[in-house]
């Protein structure tokens, strides 16, 4: 029996589908969180209640997301050995390696640095070494968004979060 296209079998689908039951089992966790009895406008179980519906949906987006090079393109498409080799910077592992060492700095640096600026510098240095080419948009995002996290976090949630070299 044919498969459909649709129906086909591949690694977005079987990531899509591992990320979904890990965000169900999330999701039965998070409902588990006890509220606390006196009111507040944000309580304890939003945040991760809120991540879980966010990544049950992404992993819904992800199994639909159709494959960006069909069965066609790659049989007509070089063998490997044709191709050039990448730098070593930008060949996957090494990038997985990259930004693995970033978050470690990240992790160390969020006390000294305090929140804000460690997450400008990932968040803008990981920009740049992934390629993003406007840099007038990547300074702008990388300090708005660190900026509304900590906002949030810390005037509307009330979350102790350190803020290390800038007067916040």
């Known amino acids: 029996m044919a498969q459909s296209s649709n ?6 689908r079987v990531i899509a589908v591992v990320l979904g039951v890990f965000a169900v089992w999330y999701l039965y966790e998070a409902f588990q969180i006890r509220v606390f009895p006196l009111p507040r406008p944000i309580d304890s179980d939003l945040f991760p209640k809120v991540l879980g519906f966010l990544m049950l949906g992404l992993a819904v987006l992800l199994f ?3 494959e960006a090079i069909d069965e066609a393109a790659m049989e007509s498409a070089p063998a490997a050995a044709d191709e050039p080799r990448s730098p070593f ?8 390696v990259v930004t693995a060492i970033a978050v470690g700095v990240y992790a160390a640096a969020l006390r000294p640095l305090g929140f804000v600026l460690a997450s400008v510098l990932l968040v803008g240095g990981l920009t740049v070494y ?3 080419k406007n840099h007038l948009v990547t300074l702008v995002v990388s300090i708005a968004v660190p900026l509304v996290f900590y906002l949030v976090l ?12 800038l007067p916040i």
């Open 7 to 12: 129906a086909k079998v591949t690694a977005n």
């Open 64 to 66: 639909f997301v159709r």
């Open 89 to 96: 910077w930008y060949r996957p592992w090494t990038r997985v």
């Open 130 to 132: 992934y390629g993003y």
């Open 154 to 165: 810390t005037r509307l949630m009330t979350i102790n979060l350190p803020a290390g070299l």
